[in-house]
């Protein structure tokens, strides 16, 4: 039905456009979903951005016009739109209460690069390899479409965020070209390196030493893991688990958080070839090779009781 670049011409053709990313948004679904605002915006485009959850503290300056509408604290948007566009979602169930929006749409257009992707949109643009979905975006329309500074901001801010400051594996010559030409149209990547990396508050520094300070090793200094608990940990939990990951010896980082006295975040990152998101997968959870996380019905320190001793087992079994 399509061609396989056909999202510059979707965006050409579109009459109106829902915008959405998965639930809890990070930097790389708000980065491709604003960068596409804006382009639509700028169009005349008839748009609606929604996620479902706020939007972290440390990620606002990117909406700073605070476009995203957030479905957990607004009425859902009942207009009927011609193409629904979810970015950085593996399936139609993670947009949380999007899912209606975009279920409901005439067509459905999916931009992911997690490798377990589901496919689920009438038009599918995957890619595992790409370093994150602000990358694919501008590398699908830059040549087409004039892309407005606050898209090209917006873009760069994702593709940092989800190379962890051009820090992690998935950073590569696409990626590098990307920002070079994000740059070139006037992106500024110095300040929004800043803006995403240092931006720890006190109480978050504390926070974020606590957490160091209670890591731990397993598996003969193969694994790393800490627990954080109480308020305010969504702000630090990126900067501790890429830190504990860059311990030299250690192949995957394991950061426990606290949702509830019944809920824990499980988040992983793998520093080897040890693939995280079949570790995660098989609870639930899911994500890229090298990240990946999940939630586990467990208090805290059962989830650490369970989940440790079979990381240790899975990892010796990976290394031999
Ligand atoms: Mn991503």
Redesign the pocket.
């Given at each position: 039905m399509f061609e396989p670049n056909s999202l510059t011409r979707i965006i050409k053709e579109g009459e109106s456009f829902f915008l959405t990313g998965h639930e809890d948004p990070?930097g790389?679904?708000l980065g491709a979903i604003l960068g596409l605002y804006h382009l639509l915006k700028s169009m005349n485009k008839k748009v609606i951005s929604a996620v479902h959850g706020p939007i972290s503290r440390r990620l606002q300056f990117m909406d700073s016009e605070k476009t995203i509408i957030d479905l957990t604290s607004t009425s859902i948007p009942q207009d009927q739109f011609s193409h629904a566009i979810v970015c950085?979602s593996t399936s139609t169930k993670r947009t949380g209460k999007a899912e209606k929006i975009i279920k409901n749409a005439d067509i459905l257009v999916n931009i992911d690069?997690?490798p377990d992707n589901m496919k689920f949109g009438h038009v599918n643009f995957v890619n595992p390899d790409a370093s994150?979905?602000c990358e694919m975006v501008f590398l699908l329309i830059h040549e087409q479409l004039f892309l407005p500074t606050k898209s090209c901001q917006a873009l760069a801010c994702?593709l940092l965020y989800?190379t962890g400051n051009l820090r992690n594996p998935n950073t590569s010559e696409k990626s590098l070209y990307t920002l070079a030409l994000l740059a070139k149209r006037g992106v500024n990547i110095h300040i929004l390196q800043k803006r995403l990396f240092a931006n720890f508050t006190k109480e978050d520094f504390s926070r974020y030493s606590t957490g160091l300070e209670k890591a731990r090793f397993a598996a003969e200094g193969k694994i790393i893991w800490t627990v954080l608990t109480g308020q305010g940990t969504k702000e630090i939990t990126q900067r501790l688990i890429e830190e504990l990951k860059n311990v030299k010896g250690v192949q995957v980082a394991i950061l426990f958080v606290e949702n509830n006295s019944n809920s824990t975040k499980v988040s992983l990152r793998s520093n080897s070839s040890f693939p995280v998101n079949d570790f995660a997968g098989r609870w639930g959870g899911g994500g890229h090779k090298q990240a990946a996380g999940m939630n586990i019905e467990f208090p805290w320190k059962k989830a650490v009781k369970t989940i440790i001793p079979q990381a240790v087992k899975e990892l010796d079994e990976w290394n031999s």
């Open positions: 990070d790389d679904s950085d690069h997690h994150s979905v994702g989800d």
